[in-house]
């Protein structure tokens, strides 16, 4: 399975415009090789290098398991978005006080439709998801605020 995004590659920096300093809108992704006998897809995105540790930026998850793409400012109808850091059930931008920054957008297949409500926090989503992983992807962007 694999995650990318047009918008910039691995392990590089994320455009200003998915971020503060921007339009503040979620950059487009790609879903490759996909899991046969996955049932949903989750994504967490968040910042490890936050100062006050591990910052959520976007939680989605019940995602259909033929979703091949997001597009730019955009998340699947049928899925469910959590609520992030910013206390908003949306995308937040990358945003950091100082430094350079890493965004980690994971991808999980799963085995099953979680019944997690739509302000579970992110605690609650990963424990939920926890025993139904069959497989994870991750891509790393990198920002630093100017």
């Known amino acids: 399975m694999k995650i ?4 910039f590659t ?5 455009p200003d ?8 809108i979620s950059p487009p992704l790609r879903f490759e090789n996909v899991p046969a006998r996955t049932k949903s897809l989750a994504l967490i995105v968040d910042d490890p290098d936050a100062p006050s540790g ?4 976007w939680i989605v998850w019940n995602m259909s398991p033929r979703t091949q793409e997001l597009a ?5 109808r049928e899925a469910i978005v959590g609520k992030n850091d910013f206390y908003h059930n949306s995308y937040g931008g990358p945003c950091p006080p100082s430094g350079t920054h890493r965004y980690f957008f994971r991808l999980y297949a799963l085995d099953a439709v979680l019944q997690t409500a739509g302000h579970a926090t992110r605690a609650e989503l ?3 998801l926890q025993p139904h992983i069959i497989e994870t992807t991750e891509l790393m962007g990198t ?4």
């Open 54 to 57: 591990t910052w959520t930026h």
């Open 72 to 76: 730019e400012n955009a998340a699947p």
């Open 4 to 7: 990318s995004s047009p918008a």
């Open 17 to 24: 415009r998915y971020t503060c300093n921007g339009d503040n």
């Open 143 to 146: 920002y630093q605020k100017k």
């Open 10 to 14: 691995d392990n590089r920096s994320i």
């Open 126 to 128: 990963e424990k939920a």
